[in-house]
Nanobody
């Protein structure tokens, strides 16, 4: 049974930093591209970032480029999302996702697995 478990959420002040983790189990982690999505109150879920199985390639939404960094540790079956200089508009539930392919992430469709999500609140 595949599980993606997010951790590290909570309250952060604007301009601070926060790191989210997603621990995966039940799948061959090093063969999956991993990524993050978010859903703000009253809005649709949107793509945030993705990283290839090797960690050599990354993709970012324009809204987070230069502020968020995605990374992974295949030995620990964990993917990370570092959030620097967060803004109140980054407040959302953040979801971890896994997909065999590194293509098709922007649409958010056809992800193989999803985490349950974690709330991040950025205070001004």
């Amino acid at each position: 049974q595949v599980q993606l478990v997010e951790s590290g959420g909570g309250l952060v002040q604007a301009g601070g930093s926060l790191r989210l983790s997603c621990a995966a189990s039940g799948l061959t982690f090093s063969t999956y591209a991993m990524g993050w999505f978010r859903q703000a109150p009253g809005k649709e879920r949107e793509f945030v970032a993705a990283i290839s199985w090797s960690g050599l390639s990354t993709k970012y939404a324009d809204s987070v480029k230069g502020r968020f960094t995605i990374s992974r540790d295949n030995a620990e079956n964990t993917v990370y999302r570092q959030m620097n200089s967060p803004k109140p508009k980054d407040t959302a539930v953040y979801y971890c996702a896994a997909r065999k392919s590194f293509s098709g992430w922007y649409s958010g469709l056809d992800m193989d697995y999803w985490g349950k999500g974690l709330l991040v609140t950025v205070s001004s």
